[in-house]
């Protein structure tokens, strides 16, 4: 089709970036031709009459409610409302990669050998028909039944005249036959690149009846069937700078150090991009973001916002009520008022106005000016959502708020000239400096996700595109990223559980394993005998004998000074340590349900019936999967302790008090203790103390190194009831009693120890064994 003289010109690219770029070849005082994205023009060259485009709310409603048929339960998909919203993603995927293909369901069953997905492909069709069906009902057009109904914008298309397309990667059939319907209107141009990595490409091309070659750039005719020109690609081999780290942050390091260097050496910081294989990382480049020089063309996730914070918090702690729950909540400032009224109503059906009133009172808390609008335009989409679903309880109302919430972003504007960006953005783009992260196994290329419905067998019989196609088209894009670039920075982590890319060996690229305390170096700059608190620590005094005094408090101070001075002068609450918490918590349990069974009278006397009111003491509702398992474990250890106590019940021992706490004058000090348990005999008392862990290590300590004086405080408290006969620590495991034979001695070093503690303290040294700070959680305040 000849081009007419008046004829206007609009360019077509892959995406926003490649626009802004043809953009900016221009002067400012030129008429600029059009330019616009791929997506633009696909949605604007068509025109569907009397159908609104369905949204994704009534996207999910329309096939939830498709998917209520019995033969529906063969998919084994959960039919549960939030369960069904992520599983959902699936037969959409499978029904919108048939419809971009034209493709029907009943041709996939041709090739389906060895009748491996019938059964499947029958409830799928069934389910398209009445997702469709309801589609219809509701005047809505979806991309499964696009194909169908639209017809040519043509006064649209003759307005942008002829069509110049830059394309990279390759076209689906949709595509393909929309494209040729507007060649047959206007003039259309298409330009593109061909090599190994998107010869999928050829195969599109050769059925319209071009003949094309690998490793060439064309611009082809579609209107009139003819290549305009074709230039062969002269080999080039990628230069690159390539590091491996053993930990992912030290990447950023990288990062940063390679802007600066490129910038040195000439580069505009307009003209440099780091590359995310997995853009999670942008949240680490944020952090150390300290300048700003950074745009995030991703944005920023709401999930990383104030309001989402809190709903998670709020959603965790009405679930668990643990104390890492209750702290969270404290810190991100929900109310006691906010919780009431969420409390009573968690696992009730909610109206959708009260859940809306909710988060608006927790958006009100503190949200940032830049994120309001964006918040209330997502609260007000919710509310229409929401006065559908009136089975839903306050529950599962947050929880799908905060999955939408999670897949809203913001955008960056503060200002940053270096990009950063996913490598679907890069396509089309040019820039002189690119610089690649994570370019690790795992994410370069990316593997697709489990596709459900179709093996690799049947794709490619059916010429749907398979695992390889998609992750060639992946190296294709970073193949022209580095082609195109002057300097190319590359790193990757590689440690037990990840490698660097396979796809280096493919590129020609070696690497180097760098050390990362040099990259770490621009992460941090750590000053080696600077502490803030050092100064403060000297000037500190502080007397034993103005407050209580625990054995504990004790052996935190003659362990470690520093410590001390942390925990009970600075009274900083410790970190909490996965591990150490959960012992704690199955220890706390134990005593707990120790002190309730024991309330109740003469119930050692029967070791079966005191181990049945321990198990239900024990196991309860609340406790989760690992502790339950541990819990289990706990009662099969008990059977010689309660074999242990009906011994002791026979010899006339009684259980006198439980998990009392007491107070004494000891040496001018005000000692203080909580006693897990007292028997009694003939009116002495026996002193017993609880222990889950290593008791034989509390006992062996030599008297000259000795810092556990927990029995012998124990001791001197419960002397003021009557006299004791015994102090004990009892091993739940074992079910024996290690009685306390030091105790002389030890009472004795406790005097003069407390002798010397008399004057108020003024000595917060650290102490001399470094193997005292290998569990310390203030051991980084000290710098060690």
């Not at 968690?346 to 940032?368: F, G, H």
Request: charged share 30%.
């Amino acid at each position: 089709m000849p081009r007419e003289n008046d004829q206007p010109m609009t360019r077509v690219f892959s995406t926003n970036r490649g626009v802004r770029e043809f953009y900016q070849g221009f002067s400012i005082n030129t008429i600029l031709p059009k330019a616009i994205t791929i997506s633009d023009f696909e949605s604007k060259a068509i025109l569907v009459k009397n159908r609104s485009f369905i949204d994704k709310e009534n996207r999910f409603l329309l096939m939830r409610e498709a998917a209520n048929f019995k033969e529906f339960e063969k998919l084994q998909l959960d039919s549960d409302f939030l369960i069904f919203l992520n599983h959902s993603q699936y037969l959409f995927k499978f029904f919108d990669e048939l419809a971009s293909e034209n493709i029907e369901i009943e041709s996939l069953r041709e090739f389906d050998t060895y009748a491996l997905f019938d059964e499947h492909l029958d409830v799928l069709e069934d389910l398209k028909q009445r997702y469709m069906k309801l589609l219809d009902e509701n005047s809505f057009v979806d991309r499964v039944n696009l194909g169908k109904l639209y017809t040519l914008n043509e006064d649209y298309l003759k307005n942008l005249g002829e069509i110049h397309m830059r394309l990279d990667g390759f076209l689906s059939r949709y595509e393909t036959t929309l494209f040729q319907k507007c060649s047959k209107l206007i003039p259309f141009y298409i330009d593109f690149e061909l090599n190994k990595y998107n010869k999928k490409s050829i195969n599109i091309f050769e059925k319209l009846g071009f003949e094309l070659k690998e490793n060439c750039r064309y611009k082809i005719d579609l209107s009139n069937g003819k290549i305009l020109t074709c230039e062969d690609i002269k080999k080039e081999n990628i230069e690159a700078e390539v590091k491996i780290f053993n930990t992912r942050v030290s990447q950023i390091g990288f990062v940063n150090s390679n802007i600066a260097k490129f910038i040195d050496d000439g580069l505009m910081p307009e003209n440099i991009a780091v590359v995310l294989p997995d853009e999670s990382l942008a949240v680490y480049l944020k952090e150390f973001d300290t300048y700003n020089n950074l745009n995030f063309a991703m944005g920023f996730s709401l999930k990383n916002s104030n309001l989402y914070k809190r709903v998670e918090a709020i959603s965790l702690y009405q679930n668990t009520n643990e104390n890492e729950e209750k702290c969270r909540i404290k810190r991100v400032g929900i109310s006691q008022d906010i919780l009431k009224h969420i409390k009573g109503n968690w696992k009730k059906k909610t109206p959708y106005a009260k859940t809306i009133s909710l988060i608006n009172e927790i958006l009100e808390l503190d949200a940032r000016e830049s994120e309001q609008e964006i918040f209330k335009e997502e609260i007000f989409r919710f509310s229409k959502f929401l006065s559908r679903l009136d089975f839903l309880n306050l529950e599962q109302h947050f929880k799908l708020f905060m999955k939408r919430l999670k897949e809203r972003s913001q955008d960056d504007i503060r200002g940053g000239k270096i990009t950063v960006m996913g490598l679907l953005e890069t396509r089309g783009a040019n820039f002189e400096g690119v610089i690649v992260p994570d370019f690790s196994d795992e994410f370069v290329p990316r593997r697709s996700g489990k596709d459900l419905f179709l093996n690799t067998q049947i794709r490619k019989r059916v010429d749907l595109p398979t695992k390889k196609d998609r992750e060639d088209l992946q190296k294709y894009y970073y193949n022209q990223l580095f082609l195109g670039a002057k300097k190319v920075a590359i790193c990757s982590v590689a440690n037990e559980t990840t490698m660097p890319s396979r796809f280096l060996d493919e590129l020609g690229l070696r690497y180097e394993v760098s050390p990362t305390s040099i990259y770490n170096s621009v992460l941090f700059n750590k000053r080696e005998n600077f502490t803030p608190i050092v100064g403060e620590i000297k000037n500190t005094s502080y007397s034993l004998k103005n407050s209580d005094l625990t054995a504990t408090k004790l052996n935190t101070l003659l362990t470690c000074r520093r410590k001390f001075y942390f925990r009970y002068i600075k009274r900083l609450i410790e970190p909490q340590n996965i591990l150490t918490d959960s012992n704690a918590k199955i220890g706390l349990k134990l005593h707990s349900a120790l002190e309730r069974v024991f309330s109740q009278s003469d119930v050692a006397s029967n070791p079966n019936q005191l181990l049945g009111h321990l198990k239900d003491e024990l196991l309860d509702s609340k406790s989760r999967e690992l502790e339950e398992f541990e819990l289990r474990n706990w009662l099969q250890e008990l059977g010689e302790f309660v074999k242990n106590e009906k011994l002791r019940y026979e010899e006339g021992y009684r259980v006198y008090k439980n998990e009392i706490e007491l107070k004494s004058k000891f040496e001018g000090f005000n000692i203080k203790g909580k006693i897990d348990r007292i028997d009694i005999k003939d009116k002495k008392l026996y002193v017993i103390d609880y222990k889950s862990g290593n008791v034989d290590k509390l006992l062996k300590q030599k008297l000259e190194n000795e810092t556990n004086f927990q029995l012998e405080f124990y001791y001197l408290l419960a002397s003021n009831i009557a006299t004791v006969e015994e102090v004990y620590y009892y091993d739940l495991k074992s079910g024996k009693l290690m009685p306390e034979i030091m105790l002389e001695q030890k009472l004795e070093k406790l005097k003069d120890l407390l002798n010397d503690l008399k004057e108020p303290l003024r000595d917060f040294d650290m102490c001399e064994k470094h193997s005292t700070c290998v569990y310390c959680p203030y051991k980084k305040l000290c710098l060690r």
